[in-house]
């Protein structure tokens, strides 16, 4: 897969995408990311972007001719046209499920706005949706396209070790992950709950599947909602005397 992500401020980018995990994965060719400077194709000497809005208002807006020729020069005509996203608060909310369902294809663009936003013309031109992290706003773009490539490359194959390091984390399954302990055995006088350290891995799992339904219950009410429960889970539950 190719990620790539348009970008002000590409040597942030690069940074944050060549550490840890992601970093090992690109040195592994598990993944291609690749991050462009949409002032080189700002087509003026002081490398200009923005302009004031029509209409008048505060701030500048990110004009739509730079953006436009660095998606453009990313691809040929006869190849098919990249998944374009643009890091918008006006978009859909991300989540685990859009984290998946963009790891498979084969290329992604995340566009990372600045200012004030962006000509409207170009995004109607070449972008394929709007995401947002979240109901808040920040400086840019970049922090949002960071999240979402970090989240869709912890999908591919490969980028860890194996696939249940992603499978049983929070959000995946649509519950929260159960408690996690290490060494010590017992620290300021609290102890790791004795059936992580019974050895019955049976009991272990039945104890995380619990954790991770009450967890989520607890914390997220929204996301226990949608939790479908199967006769199997219903009997399960009530042998332990959880009410779902």
């Not at 070449?126 to 109901?135: K, P």
């Not at 869709?152 to 929070?170: A, H, K, Q, T, Y």
């Not at 649509?174 to 996690?180: A, D, H, I, K």
């Not at 055995?185 to 339904?213: C, F, T, Y």
Request: charge should be negative; glycine fraction near 6%; aromatic fraction near 8%.
């Amino acid at each position: 897969m190719r990620i790539d992500i348009l970008t002000l401020f590409p040597e942030m980018c690069e940074t944050v995408m060549s550490e840890s995990i992601i970093g090992r994965a690109r040195k592994a060719g598990k993944v291609e990311i690749v991050c462009t400077n949409i002032r080189d194709f700002s087509g003026n000497k002081h490398n200009k972007v923005d302009d004031t809005p029509y209409g008048g208002g505060m701030g500048m807006i990110m004009a739509a001719d730079p953006i436009y020729n660095c998606y453009k020069s990313l691809y040929n005509e006869d190849e098919p046209k990249p998944h374009l996203i643009y890091m918008s608060p006006k978009g859909k909310k991300f989540n685990q499920e859009k984290a998946v369902e963009l790891s498979k294809l084969d290329r992604v663009v995340l566009l990372c706005g600045h200012y004030e936003g962006i000509d409207q013309r170009v995004i109607d031109e070449i972008v394929d949706e709007e995401i947002s992290i979240g109901d808040f706003v920040l400086t840019g773009g970049e922090l949002p396209a960071l999240t979402v490539a970090d989240a869709v490359c912890r999908m591919l194959p490969g980028v860890l070790s194996e696939d249940i390091c992603f499978e049983e984390e929070s959000h995946f399954a649509g519950v929260l992950e159960y408690p996690q302990y290490t060494r010590p055995a017992v620290w300021h006088d609290i102890p790791v709950p004795e059936v992580l350290i019974s050895g019955n891995h049976a009991k272990i799992n039945d104890w995380r599947k619990i954790q991770s339904v009450v967890l989520t219950k607890e914390l997220r009410p929204d996301m226990y909602a949608k939790l479908e429960f199967s006769e199997k889970d219903k009997k399960f539950f009530k042998k332990h005397e959880i009410e779902i």
